[in-house]
């Protein structure tokens, strides 16, 4: 079993920036791949970032490329998405989630096996 829970959203104007964080508990050495998504009213979960347990493996959506940086702190058991540059179509419910036993990376939601909450990000024009 693993637990998320993110912090970090909150509102901003936008040309803002905003950091999120994912703590990790539970079975965490298990965590091969974490992703970030996010899912705006009325739409699908979209992805928008993921990091291999090694840091070696990083993927963006195109919608991110350029503006956010993901990264993680194993000894912390915590993963960061770091988002500059923010737009109003950037608000959304993010979320964390944990891909185990693969490091692959993967875009769709239905290959993750745990996931946090969310934390609502509102970008203001």
């Known amino acids: 079993q693993v637990q998320l829970v993110e912090s970090g959203g909150g509102l901003v104007q936008a040309g803002g920036s905003l950091r999120l964080s994912c703590a990790a508990s539970?079975?965490?050495?298990?965590?091969?791949?974490m992703g970030w998504f996010r899912q705006a009213p009325g739409k699908e979960r979209d992805f928008v970032a993921g990091i291999s347990w090694s840091g070696r493996t990083i993927d963006y959506a195109d919608s991110a490329k350029g503006r956010f940086t993901i990264s993680r702190d194993n000894a912390k058991n915590t993963g960061y998405l770091q988002m500059d540059a923010l737009q109003p179509e950037d608000t959304a419910v993010y979320y964390c989630a944990a891909r185990l036993r693969t490091a692959l990376p993967s875009r769709s939601p239905r290959e993750y096996d745990y996931w946090g909450q969310g934390t609502q990000v509102t970008v203001s024009s």
């Open positions: 539970g079975s965490t050495l298990s965590v091969y791949f």
